[in-house]
């Protein structure tokens, strides 16, 4: 099969590409100019210039496609402009879908997030589970308001669809979150510890890739739901695990959940003022 693939140069997106390129599929990547595509041209797919916001650059990079995997979205926990993550999860999932439909494509992977569940009522929850009403930032609430948008395609318009909800993803490459939190453990940055009781779902990014590549093959799942995940463990079986492995000693002050909320209000609310990202 003949794939467009958006978000290629991200932290799935580049394990998925070289995932994809030792399989029979061709692939085609939509870049923007900004990307760093040195990794790309050397597995040598095709390349299109384009972006998820720019609809006409999706259409023609889409020309002559069978399937579409769209991972493009904007994963931060801050934005100074918020109203970036609806143009890119929430239009630019339009932009893609529609797209999609109107090439006449035989199947979209959206890949979105186990946060759009926000906080269900029943936990742990599976795709059977409905969402709770409440999701805990703008970035789940856009990804939330963009899967809308493909379903309804899905429903009115006969979009090919099927959805994956990675949870949260670790591996190597991640210069994002779960990237910077395990380095600042091991580089001893981080002063306190906080949130250990928390629990969550974890999943390594070739698992990830893999767990696309095989919605998109399987046959008859139009309109299926995949969560990816594979290990549970709390914040603080994840810091032991990250100390043990690096041999680094966890710092020995655990603060307070109320107080942890009360430093990201504050560090939010500076960065609101300064225009920076907050710690």
């Known amino acids: 099969m003949k794939i467009f693939i958006t978000g290629s140069t991200g932290f799935i997106g580049t394990h998925l590409v070289e995932r994809l390129v030792q399989t029979e599929h061709d692939i085609v990547c939509l870049v923007r100019h900004t990307s760093r595509v040195d990794e790309l041209e050397r597995l040598g797919v095709t390349l299109v210039l384009g972006d998820v916001t720019d609809r006409q650059s999706v259409l023609e990079g889409m020309k002559g496609c069978d399937w579409v995997m769209n991972l493009a979205n904007v994963y931060t926990l801050w934005e100074r402009d918020r109203g970036t993550y609806w143009k890119v999860n929430v239009e630019g999932t339009r932009n893609v879908m529609e797209c999609a439909l109107q090439n006449a494509v035989k199947k979209v992977v959206h890949v979105s997030s186990a946060a759009v569940w926000g906080r269900p009522a029943r936990m742990?929850?599976?795709?059977?589970?409905?969402?709770?009403?409440?999701?805990?930032s703008d970035y789940a609430r856009s990804k939330h308001e963009g899967d809308l948008i493909a379903w309804d395609l899905m429903r009115t318009k006969g979009l090919p669809l099927v959805m994956v909800y990675p949870?949260?993803?670790?591996?190597?490459?991640d210069t994002r979150y779960a990237g910077l939190y395990i380095r600042n453990l091991i580089q001893k940055r981080m002063p306190v510890l906080a949130l250990t009781d928390t629990v969550m779902t974890f999943v390594h990014v070739k698992d990830v890739a893999e767990a696309i590549i095989r919605a998109a093959e399987k046959k008859n799942n139009i309109g299926e739901k995949y969560i990816i995940g594979r290990h549970m463990a709390s914040i603080r079986e994840f810091n032991e695990l990250i100390s043990e492995v690096s041999r680094v000693r966890l710092p020995r002050l655990t603060i307070?959940?109320?107080?942890?909320?009360?430093?990201?209000?504050?560090?939010?609310?500076?960065?609101?003022?300064?225009?920076?990202?907050?710690l």
């Open 124 to 136: 742990p929850f599976t795709e059977d589970t409905e969402p709770g009403s409440e999701r805990t």
């Open 256 to 278: 307070p959940v109320w107080l942890a909320r009360l430093n990201a209000f504050v560090l939010t609310g500076l960065a609101g003022l300064t225009g920076k990202p907050p």
């Open 167 to 173: 949870a949260g993803v670790l591996g190597s490459g």
